[in-house]
T-cell receptor, first 115, second 114 residues
C-alpha cells in the first residue's frame, strides 16, 4: 500500500466553522491531489499540487483552499464549512514521469459531516 | 473534454459466474485508463491500468480489461466471481495534459450471491 495517511479520519463540525484536513505521504511523490466522493458523482478533483507551494484548482474548488509547504504534507481547508461540503474526502499521490504521473494512489479517506 | 460512462450502477452475479463491468470513455487524445476498486469504508485500490502498451491488461485478483479504441471502451472482466469481489468499481481516464486529474465514472456496485 502507498504510504498515505489522512487525518482526521472522521469529523463532525458546524456550518460556518473552518476545517482543515491533512494528507501525509512517506513516498516523496511530487504530485498530490484532493478529491471528494459523493453518491452518484464518483470522485471529483478539488485541488492538486505539482510541487511545494505549487497548486492549482480542480473541477470543484469553490469554498476550498490548499497549502503545501513540505513535500510530504498537503492540507485542504474549508474556509467556512457548509452542509453541501458533507462528503468523503480522499487524498491521492503520484510520481513524476508521464505514465507514473497519471497513476494515482489513494489514501483511506476522511468522512466529514457538516451540521 | 474527457468523460467516462459506466453502464449499470449495479451489477449482480452468482459466485463462479463471469463478471463484466462496462466502461466507455471519450477523449480527444490517446488516453490512459484505469480501474479502481473500493471496499466499504475504504479508499480506492488500483486494479489495473492501460498506458498505451498491450491492449489486454491484467490486474490484481484475476481481473483484466481490454482497451478497444474503435469502441472507446475499457470493460473490466473476471472469468469467475468470488464473494470477496463484492465492492464498488470505478473506471477513470486521464489525458495527461497539464492538469493531471483523473476523470472518474460514477461507479458500479458489484454484488455476488452464493
Amino acid at each position: 500500500d502507498a504510504g498515505i495517511t489522512q487525518s482526521p479520519r472522521h469529523k463532525v463540525t458546524e456550518t460556518g466553522t473552518p476545517v482543515t484536513l491533512r494528507c501525509h505521504q512517506t513516498e516523496n511523490h511530487r504530485y498530490m491531489y484532493w478529491y471528494r466522493q459523493d453518491p452518484g458523482h464518483g470522485l471529483r478533483l478539488i485541488h492538486y499540487s505539482y510541487g511545494v507551494k505549487d497548486t492549482d484548482k480542480g473541477e470543484v474548488s469553490d469554498g476550498y483552499s490548499v497549502s503545501r509547504s513540505k513535500t510530504e504534507d498537503f492540507l485542504l481547508t474549508l474556509e467556512s464549512a457548509t452542509s453541501s461540503q458533507t462528503s468523503v474526502y480522499f487524498c491521492a499521490i503520484s510520481e513524476s514521469g508521464t505514465a507514473n504521473r497519471v497513476t494515482q494512489y489513494f489514501g483511506p479517506g476522511t468522512r466529514l459531516l457538516v451540521l | 473534454a474527457q468523460s467516462v460512462t459506466q453502464l449499470g450502477s449495479h451489477v449482480s452475479v452468482s459466485e463462479g459466474a463471469l463478471v463484466l463491468l462496462r466502461c466507455n470513455y471519450s477523449s480527444s487524445v490517446p488516453p490512459y485508463l484505469f480501474w479502481y476498486v473500493q471496499y466499504p469504508n475504504q479508499g480506492l485500490q488500483l486494479l489495473l491500468k492501460y498506458t498505451s502498451a498491450a491492449t489486454l491488461v491484467k490486474g490484481i485478483n484475476g481481473f483484466e480489461a481490454e482497451f478497444k479504441k474503435s469502441e472507446t471502451s475499457f470493460h473490466l472482466t473476471k472469468p469467475s466471481a468470488h464473494m470477496s469481489d463484492a465492492a464498488e468499481y470505478f473506471c477513470a481516464v486521464s489525458e495527461d495534459q497539464a492538469g493531471t486529474a483523473l476523470i472518474f465514472g460514477k461507479g458500479t456496485t458489484l454484488s455476488v450471491s452464493s
